[in-house]
């Protein structure tokens, strides 16, 4: 248990270090539609903070880092609860 | 499918894969690519659990930050979370029964190249066929567009994986559940 913290430690701090570097280049699929002159339609669904924004506010640093926190507390919470579900009982 | 005491690395494996996919590397031309991840997860968690772990990521990225899309999850799930799970076999079969480190390092850079540009090719054939891409010119168009991109991306996706797994197997071998699978190990 004590690695797991320490990794979620060693995540969080990647990502707070690595967000200013982050690219906001359109990535290889935007890229392609872009060069091919289509636009993404309007989503059915535009999500609680979309593209990563908190709040509505503009992207800068501490929503990117907030919405990343977010994400990754439910990204944890949903892939322990599934997994735990998922697991084999007869093993420690 | 995995014992118990595997699940927090199941939590962390794919907490890091969120993070992972948010933080975009500049590659050529103002073009960027991140991390995709599958194949990481397929050297952690073995085929099974990395294409369930991918499915959450892609699912949180999808309800709440409009990222991927709820039309697309199930392209996406075949896309990145299958086609990575299969990263597993890819590297099975590349290094061989008892493989050697380089070998092995080998493996999984290629595996996980391949896992990014097959996801490419397939998620390039999707949009091709659908009728928004057909006025562009279709899969004719949108492969070699895809592909041309991601061939450089997937550089990227298997350098940092494959110096992920060098280091996770120097400091903790035993998170790495399927390289032991890969080894017939058993877990």
């Known amino acids: 248990m004590k690695g797991i913290t320490k990794a979620i430690v060693l995540i969080i701090i990647g990502l707070a270090v690595l967000i200013p570097f982050a690219s906001t280049y359109p990535d290889g699929l935007e890229k392609v539609a872009e060069s091919l002159g289509i636009e993404e339609p309007e989503p059915m669904w535009s999500g609680l903070m979309p593209d990563y924004t908190f709040l509505f506010t503009e992207n800068s640093y501490m929503t990117r880092l907030i919405s990343g926190l977010i994400g990754l507390f439910l990204v944890f919470s949903v892939a322990w609860g599934v997994g735990w579900a998922l697991a084999r009982k007869n093993r420690v | ?187």
């Open chain 2, 1 to 187: 499918m995995l014992p118990r005491s595997f699940v927090p690395i199941i939590a962390v494996s794919s907490a890091f894969v969120f993070v992972g996919q948010m933080l975009n590397f500049p590659i050529v031309y103002g073009t960027s690519g991140h991390l995709v991840g599958g194949a990481f997860l397929a050297m952690l968690l073995g085929p099974h659990a990395a294409v369930i772990s991918m499915s959450i990521v892609l699912l949180i990225q999808a309800i709440f930050f409009a990222d991927g899309g709820i039309f697309t999850f199930g392209a996406n799930i075949f896309n990145m979370a299958v086609i990575g799970g299969l990263s597993f076999y890819v590297v099975k079969s590349l290094s061989g029964p008892s493989p050697s480190q380089k070998r092995l390092s080998a493996s999984v850079f290629t595996a996980s190249w391949l896992s990014i540009v097959l996801g490419a090719l397939a998620c390039a054939v999707q949009i091709g066929v659908s009728p928004m891409f057909a006025s562009a010119g279709g899969v004719m168009v949108t492969v070699p567009a895809m592909l041309f991109w991601h061939i450089i991306i997937g550089i990227g996706e298997a350098a940092i994986t494959n110096a992920l797994v060098l280091q996770l197997s120097r400091i903790s071998p035993a998170v790495l559940g399927g390289l032991t699978m890969l080894r017939g190990l058993g877990l």
